[in-house]
Each structure stands twice: as structure tokens, then as C-alpha cells.
């Protein structure tokens, strides 16, 4: 399940503190989620955090720096709060595990200045 939907601050895990709007759109989304996930109670959840990578242009000790100090942590971050946010809505916690990938994973090439913002979500991988 792919939710590009989820709205971070910049260099943020925050989904809260943003637009009022955006806030509560990503409000309805994790609460329509978790009304999907328990439906699936028998199945395990992997969240798989994302970030946008703005050094992707620079030589690789840069991309490799920001890579480790700062997308691995922030995605990670990222992953732990929506898990705290599904907690909050009755998924078991012992049901999820998270992982965060940095800017590995683009669903958008990094250098796409209007789009690459949807690098910056969180995926989940249901598993029997």
C-alpha cells in the first residue's frame, strides 16, 4: 500500500503541524487505513519510510553523507509516527515493524523540484 497522501513538514516527521487542510486530510487518511488494516488483523506490517534527497546532484560523499546522517534517521522517524498514529487507532503494535530507506527509493526522480515532494512518504507491506 502506497500513501503518498500522508503530508510531512519539510525535514520533519511531523503530519501534524502543517496546513489545516493538509492536516486533517492526512487525519482521514490514517484513519480510513487503519479501518483497512483491521480488516487484515492476521497479517503482519512493515512501514517503509521515505524522504527526499536534496544533495542527489552532488558528488557521491555528499549523497552518501546525507544518505546516513540525515534521510535514513528522518525516514525512520517518519515510519515510527505513523505506527505511533496507527497505535492511537487500535492496530496492535506488535503487529508492525518499521524501516527506513532515505532517499534510496524515489518514486519520482529526485531532481523533479515540483514532484519529487512524493519521495517524502510511507509505504506499507502487508504480510501473511
Known sequence: IVISSITFKANTADFLDI???MREKNLRTLDRLAEILKKF???KINL???AVAIYWDRPQAARDKEQNETLLPLSRARAEAIKKALEDRGIEGT???TTGYGGLYPIVPQGDLENRWKNRRVEFILLK
Do not use: S
Open 41 to 43: 488483523a492476521d497479517y
Open 48 to 50: 517503509e519510510g521515505h
Open 19 to 21: 496546513d489545516p487542510q
Open 95 to 97: 503487529r508492525m515493524t
